[in-house]
Every structure is written in C-alpha cells, then in structure tokens.
C-alpha cells in the first residue's frame, strides 16, 4: 500500500464533490489507480484523458509511489 | 525569467508589451483570445470560468514558448492566460512575439497560441443565459464517449 494524494479539476472536480483526498491504495500503477477509483465514483467517459504525477505529464503504466500527487487531465480548453 | 504565467485578476498589457521591446527587434506581433457570447454553433454564453492546474499549466507553457525559440528566429515572446471568471468581451489568453522580421514574429506567435489550446491543462466552463452550463470538449466527449476505454 501506499499513501498518496489525488487533486481533480473542471469537470473531475465537480463529479467527485472534492479539489483533492489523501488515499491509501494498493494500485500499482496510475492506470490502475483510475481503475480504482472509476470503480468508487464513476467517471464520465473522457476520451482523450492524460494524467500527471507530481507536476509532470506521464505515462499510465507510471508506477505509483508513497507520497505521489496525481491529477487526471481532462481534455483542455485553454485559449 | 517567465515567459508565460496566469493572470486570477484583469491586468494592463502595456508592461508586458514593453517587455518585448528590444533594440534588434523590428516587429511584434500578438494574438488576444476574447470571450465570446457563442460556441459551436450556440448563441446565449453570459460568461465563462477558467480553471488550470497552475503548476503543471507554466510547466507546459515554458515549454512551448522554448519550442517557438528554438523553432523561429524571434526575440523574446510571453503569454499570459486569464482564470476565474470572465465576462464577455473580457482578454482571456494574450500572446507576444517580437522578432527582427515579421514572418518568424507572425509564425511564432501562431505556434504559441495553437500549442496552448492544445496542451496547457487549462479548463473552461461556459454559462448559459437559459441557466445551462458545461465545461468545454468535456461534455460532448462524455456524451460521445461511452463505449471508448479512457486509457487511449
């Protein structure tokens, strides 16, 4: 297990009532950590959904580790 | 020193215009996005809200902007985006190009709006005057995407 937090925007932010949580979780990965919580909140489909780890764009297979901050991304809109 | 940074509040341009000034430069060329009161077809927008995740947002914008220098023979070039709530008519993204000639200050300033829109985790909500609301290439995807595995 690891201890890890979750920060959430725009439309992840409103669906999930919260802009963060600490968890404890035994994912592996941060592609199974969605998994994980897709299971708890039921994401609405995002397509082309990317993911970052402490400030940084990476890979879903990225491995998790204790302390990690991880923010899905939704498609943007900047501009 | 930054080259792109949000702005939470309305701020002047003329200081960060000066900022492009420089003695080799012979053009400057800029992009101001505005909001606008329709979208994809949809008249009605009272106004928006932005949202961005700042750390990663200036991360990404630098990037981009260090991508502009290394692919256009400019001289100094900024960007600033707006968050929070914005009211029609209101400067939401501002882009700043000087260059000793106006093709590189043209394309570069191109380049630089174009990358934000596509890769600055930045969020927009529109709000409609009949009270409906929705973030912006989010909701039409969650209507459009259900049968498609999130991690593509």
């Known amino acids: 297990m690891v201890q890890i937090r979750v920060e959430y925007f725009a439309i992840l932010r409103e669906h999930v009532g919260s ?16 998994e994980e919580l897709d299971r708890r909140y039921a994401f609405p489909a995002l397509g082309r959904l990317k993911v970052a780890v402490n400030d ?4 879903w297979s990225t491995p ?16 | 020193m930054s080259h792109f940074g949000f702005k939470r509040e309305r701020f002047d341009l003329a200081p960060h215009q000066a900022l492009l000034a420089d003695p080799v430069a012979g053009a400057y060329a800029s992009f101001e996005g505005w909001v606008r009161n329709h979208n994809d077809g ?35 070039a900024h960007c600033i985006h707006r968050l929070g709530k914005l009211e029609i008519g209101e400067l939401a993204v501002w882009v700043g190009v000087s260059a000793a000639h106006r093709d590189a200050a043209f394309a570069a300033c191109r380049y630089i709006i174009d990358e934000v829109k596509h890769r600055v985790p930045i969020w927009k909500k529109e709000h409609y005057a009949d009270g409906d609301s929705g973030w912006v290439n989010c909701e039409a995807c969650a209507a459009h995407a259900a049968d498609t595995p999130p991690l593509k």
């Open chain 1, 19 to 34: 802009a963060h949580e600490a968890l404890s979780t035994s994912a592996a990965t941060v592609g199974d950590l969605y």
């Open chain 1, 56 to 59: 940084e764009f990476c890979d």
């Open chain 1, 64 to 79: 998790l580790q204790d302390g990690d901050m991880v923010v899905f991304i939704p498609p943007v809109a900047g501009g």
């Open chain 2, 42 to 76: 949809r008249a009605g927008v009272l106004y928006l809200e932005y949202e961005g995740y700042e750390q990663l947002g200036v991360k990404e914008g630098e990037r981009i902007i260090a991508e502009a220098f290394a692919r256009f023979d400019i001289t100094k």
